[in-house]
RNA sequence: GACCCCUUCGUCUAUCGGUCAGGACACCAGGUUUUCAUCCUGGAAAGAGGAGUUCGAUUCUCCUAGGGGUCGCCA
């Protein structure tokens, strides 16, 4: 047996942001690495949704369609915790059957007490319950206690992480954590094991800020007798801050990624290449040769920034490929605003996107610029680049503009060259002013590709409506 | 505070003791161009500090400093 399972486990406590795809994407790589040598691996997903007052649907909903939009594809329906509780309470019971638990009545208050005692001292003492578990009327309740697991106080326990490596704790620094809480409902710590072990999980891939929570998770399995998982720990991704991304560095969560118009292939190349580098020295990557060429264990164990100028690089370099151009599409119909101009002209928004991929990083920069284009109240804001000379070259351009029959970019580029050859004009002092009166804008595209965006009607309609309000003036 | 992890250009990274410390993004300059952009060429830019091991340390060991993560009847 040389399958491989692996789980992703998000609680729908929160949207799905960026860190969390990585862990995702990282897990679905190993295993499809490992389903070409045994086709039986296999990517479960969990939602960890037993914190009942936090949890929420439509989080779940977020979670699943992010990962369906990145080609993040598990095996199996997604399993949901919190249908397995009175097998988690079951678990419990049975450690504390077996002395590897016990029953605690110590009340938070007791606790935080503790607490502050001993960081006034400086002590670190991790076991803040001591009595209860000698305590033997404590130990015959019925009701009202909640579930500490029983771990020895010398000793140590090590673990050896395919990227952390070697690992050794000292038993003593590790606390009688809770089970089962008082209200009978199983803790995280219980759960996961648990759940991991139902579910044959063997490797376990998540972020390194659950480095701590291995040992604790160590002792339960091997109460049980429990085979062990092989576990890897990747580092996390920080905000420019250096600390732990979050909401306020921006767009983290993967549905504003999906809004703005970035590409699930720029946002993996992007993401894989946070502490791990291909051998070969061309950064652009593709999730095929990611599989091919990944080395899970090659990790470095150092967080990482996330670059938001390197994913409009990755961006700008997957849009412009013509085979994406479908993710173009899929994009509009569910932009609002695209998708509105895109009914009122079809061609119009593709010849648009074909000039201007060069230019966007993603595909909502496109907004701004359609509304120039689609614009029929379109009026040519009057400024001194506009002066009378101008005015009467742009009457005989007109003229020539006129003869063109087919109102092709290579045709409209002839005309211009022919037009400002014959009058003996650079380019720059005919061109800027026409680029300023068809859109307003001082920059942008060559003249012809403007035309050629605009059509001949709508060339003639704003040349025309700007013809005419200079000549009122 | 305790424990665990980390530390190479601004950012992501390469280097399995001997390299002019390489690449990518960003930045700057020059060139091409019909403005802007693209594109091409070039440039600036890094081993946290200190000991030790060694003929030789970015690389191995230790110490210090800095950063991060974790310390819940959250997950």
Not at 367 to 376: A, M, P, Q
Not at 417 to 425: A, Q, R, S, T, Y
């Amino acid at each position: 047996m040389n399958d491989v399972v692996v789980r992703f486990a998000p609680s729908p406590t929160g949207f799905l942001h960026i860190g969390g795809i990585r862990t995702a994407l990282i897990n679905y790589i190993v295993v499809q690495q490992s389903k070409k040598k045994d086709p039986k691996s296999k990517l479960l997903l969990r939602i960890e949704d037993t914190d009942i007052t936090r949890s929420k649907d439509e989080y779940k909903k977020s979670i699943l369609d992010g990962l369906e939009w990145m080609g993040i594809e598990w095996d199996e329906k997604p399993h949901i915790q919190s249908e397995s509780i009175d097998r988690h309470k079951e678990i419990a019971f049975k450690l504390l059957e077996k002395g590897h638990a016990y029953k605690c009545v110590c009340t938070k208050e007791e606790l935080e007490t503790r607490r502050l005692e001993n960081q006034k001292l400086r002590k670190n003492i991790k076991r803040l319950c001591t009595k209860c578990k000698n305590d033997s009327a404590t130990q015959q309740l019925e009701k009202d206690f909640c579930i500490r697991i029983n771990i020895p106080n010398d000793g140590k326990i090590s673990v050896l992480d395919k990227i952390q490596g070697l690992v050794v704790v000292e038993n003593k620094e590790i606390d009688n954590f809770i089970l089962l809480r008082k209200d009978g409902t199983p803790t995280y710590m219980l759960s996961v094991v648990v759940d991991d072990h139902d579910m044959g999980v063997n490797i376990i891939i998540r972020g390194d800020d659950h480095l701590n929570n291995i040992f604790r998770q160590l002792h339960i399995y091997k109460s049980l007798k429990w085979d062990l998982p092989t576990y890897a720990h990747h580092p996390l991704i920080h905000g420019d801050d250096g600390l732990k991304l979050s909401k306020r560095h921006g767009a983290v969560d993967i549905n504003e990624f999906k809004k703005k118009g970035y590409l699930p292939q720029a946002i993996i190349n992007n993401l894989i290449l946070l502490s791990w580098s291909p051998k070969k020295n061309d950064e652009n990557i593709e999730i095929g040769e990611i599989i091919n060429t990944f080395d899970l264990e090659k990790m470095s164990k150092s967080s990482s920034i996330f670059d938001y100028n390197k994913l409009n690089h990755f961006n700008n370099f997957y849009l412009q490929k013509e085979e994406n151009y479908k993710y173009f599409e899929e994009f509009v119909n569910e932009n609002s605003i695209l998708k509105n101009f895109f009914d009122i002209d079809k061609i119009l928004m593709k010849k648009l996107f074909n000039t201007y991929k060069k230019n966007i990083n993603f595909y909502s920069e496109l907004e701004n610029i359609s509304k120039i284009y689609y614009d029929e109240e379109f009026k040519t804001i009057l400024n001194n680049e506009l002066d009378d000379n101008f005015n009467i070259i742009l009457n005989d351009f007109m003229k020539h503009l006129d003869f063109i029959d087919v109102w092709s970019k290579d045709n409209l580029k002839n005309c211009i060259n022919k037009f400002l050859e014959l009058k003996k004009i650079k380019f720059p002092i005919f061109g800027k002013p026409v680029r300023i009166v068809l859109t307003n804008l001082k920059e942008g595209p060559p003249i012809n590709d403007i035309l050629f965006i605009l059509g001949r009607k709508n060339t003639f309609l704003r040349l025309n409506n700007y013809i005419n309000s200079a000549n009122k003036l």
